[in-house]
């Protein structure tokens, strides 16, 4: 997204999701003590619970931005209602929905953990 977008701003709300509750868990945030855009884009290359989704808009929300939008490469129908469903105002975008999610709340047939994935754990 930098590159095509070169000059906007980033930064970073790490949430992970707690494997046995399936609920988002905030370890770090340091978003500037006021708004600084008008749009944020919400980066992340999986909806599954839609849980993180939501609780990284509420902080957005909480922090003033107004127009969020959600980018994300594969979703869970479950995740997208989520997310629509908490924040109506908030576009999805997504390059796939897959089937559904399984019962410890993964992607099927998705790609396996995204974090695994990028940093090889």
């Given at each position: 997204?930098?590159?095509?977008?070169?000059?906007?701003?980033?930064?970073?709300?790490?949430?992970?999701?707690?494997?046995?509750?399936?609920?988002?868990?905030?370890?770090?945030?340091?978003?500037?003590?006021?708004?600084?855009?008008?749009v944020c884009l919400?980066?992340?290359?999986?909806?599954?619970?839609?849980?993180?989704?939501?609780?990284?808009?509420?902080?957005?929300?909480?922090?003033?931005?107004?127009?969020?939008?959600?980018?994300?490469?594969?979703?869970?129908?479950?995740?997208?209602?989520?997310?629509?469903?908490?924040?109506?105002?908030?576009?999805?975008?997504?390059a796939a929905v897959?089937?559904?999610?399984?019962?410890?709340?993964?992607?099927?047939?998705?790609?396996?953990?995204?974090?695994?994935?990028?940093?090889?754990?």
């Amino acid at each position: 997204m930098q590159e095509l977008l070169p000059n906007v701003q980033v930064w970073h709300i790490g949430l992970y999701r707690d494997e046995k509750t399936l609920r988002p868990v905030e370890y770090y945030n340091r978003l500037p003590t006021a708004p600084t855009v008008q749009v944020c884009l919400v980066l992340d290359p999986m909806l599954a619970t839609g849980g993180s989704a939501v609780a990284t808009v509420d902080i957005l929300k909480r922090w003033g931005v107004t127009r969020i939008k959600f980018l994300g490469l594969i979703a869970a129908p479950e995740g997208v209602e989520r997310l629509s469903r908490a924040h109506p105002d908030v576009p999805i975008h997504v390059a796939a929905v897959d089937e559904r999610l399984n019962e410890i709340g993964f992607i099927v047939p998705g790609l396996g953990d995204a974090g695994d994935r990028q940093f090889g754990t």
